[in-house]
């Protein structure tokens, strides 16, 4: 078992806080900013910020956790990549509806 295995083991499932919704990545728009589907049912831009831009890729259908502008709820900030392992978990909350995850490119 590497490393890597063993820190997503212990590694806490970030739940949507207040100002915060999952969404699943719809299109790659260019220069940082994605389009994405979220569980309230808006369809959002959000920015790649600086701190994940190198370290986390973030591709079409992948389940993000967004902070949403308070100025401007149509846009927000990607804070979170899930991986398949937290996506499952996801679902069986009721965090993340399977339908959602399985229509998101459309």
Known sequence: ???KDKTNETKELLTPAEGEVICVVTDIIGA???RATCMDGVTRVCRIPGKLRKKVWINI????????WE?????GDIVHRYE?????????LGLLSKELLEGGSE
């Not at 100025?71 to 846009?75: E, V």
């Not at 937290?86 to 679902?91: D, G, S, W």
């Open 1 to 3: 078992m590497s490393k």
């Open 32 to 34: 940082n900013y994605v």
């Open 61 to 68: 259908k992948d389940v993000v956790l967004v902070a949403v």
């Open 71 to 75: 100025f401007q709820k149509d846009r």
């Open 84 to 92: 398949r392992s937290e996506r499952k978990k996801l679902i069986e």
